[in-house]
T-cell receptor, first 114, second 116 residues
Framework: EPEVTQTPSHQVTQMGQEVILRCVPI?????FYWYRQILGQKVEFLVS????????KSEIFDDQFSVERPDGSNFTLKIRSTKLEDSAMYFC????????????FGSGTQLSVL | AQKITQTQPGMFVQEKEAVTLDCTYD???????LFWYKQPSSGEMIFLIY??????QNATEGRYSLNFQKARKSANLVISASQLGDSAMYFC?????????????FGGGTRLMVKP
């Protein structure tokens, strides 16, 4: 079965540094998402992306965050200046057209900000 | 705004028995979707089952079934014949009608532990 691929699986960074989390969604999918999960807490929506633009974003997704689909396959999340509280598991997800289509998640990137 | 509540932080079940994981939701949307995901210790999120608000029949996927009670706003997951590999976190999630991105709102999860 096709899968969403995320790299790296673990990322350690110093506070204030920029990080880029990378995702390759499933090839025929049209909607892309980033979610995060702080250790022991629920999964939280960050941003959705469709037709090369952000379709919705949460309060968490402030000016420090940005997303990009630089080519036909990659979907990236950039955190400009990381904070300690950005430490979390970040999940990329994608789906095909259709509201009721299931969301396929990647295996996540565990980001640790020191 | 949507809200998902999973009241069981942890549950034990004996191998080969059935188990029900509770999920209640709150929404003002007329059309919505309910999802269950499994998160094993390795961390990935695995889709299990989906129920649309207008579906008249409860969804089933193999050993998973969703007990959908619309009037009570509950969407409990039933796992039949539990296996050791079912030990994981289980998240209930909802897709509402009133957001452009069709984002999911997740509950806090239930940790299921299957005893041999």
């Amino acid at each position: 079965e096709p899968e969403v691929t995320q790299t790296p699986s673990h990322q350690v960074t110093q506070m204030g540094q920029e990080v880029i989390l990378r995702c390759v969604p499933i090839s025929n999918h049209l909607y892309f998402y980033w979610y995060r999960q702080i250790l022991g807490q629920k999964v939280e929506f960050l941003v959705s992306f469709y037709n090369n633009e952000i379709s919705e974003k949460s309060e968490i997704f402030d000016d420090q965050f940005s997303v990009e689909r630089p080519d036909g396959s990659n979907f990236t999340l950039k955190i400009r200046s990381t904070k300690l509280e950005d430490s979390a598991m970040y999940f990329c997800a994608s789906r095909v057209q259709g509201r009721d289509e299931k969301l396929f998640f990647g295996s996540g990137t565990q980001l640790s900000v020191l | 705004a949507q809200k998902i509540t999973q009241t069981q932080p942890g549950m034990f079940v004996q191998e080969k028995e059935a188990v029900t994981l509770d999920c209640t939701y709150d929404t003002s949307d007329q059309s919505y979707g309910l999802f269950w995901y499994k998160q094993p210790s390795s961390g990935e999120m695995i889709f299990l089952i989906y129920q649309g608000s207008y579906d008249e029949q409860n969804a089933t996927e193999g050993r998973y079934s969703l007990n959908f009670q619309k009037a009570r706003k509950s969407a409990n997951l039933v796992i039949s014949a539990s296996q050791l590999g079912d030990s994981a976190m289980y998240f209930c999630a909802m897709r509402g009608n009133n957001n452009a991105g069709n984002m999911l709102t997740f509950g806090g999860g239930t940790r299921l532990m299957v005893k041999p």
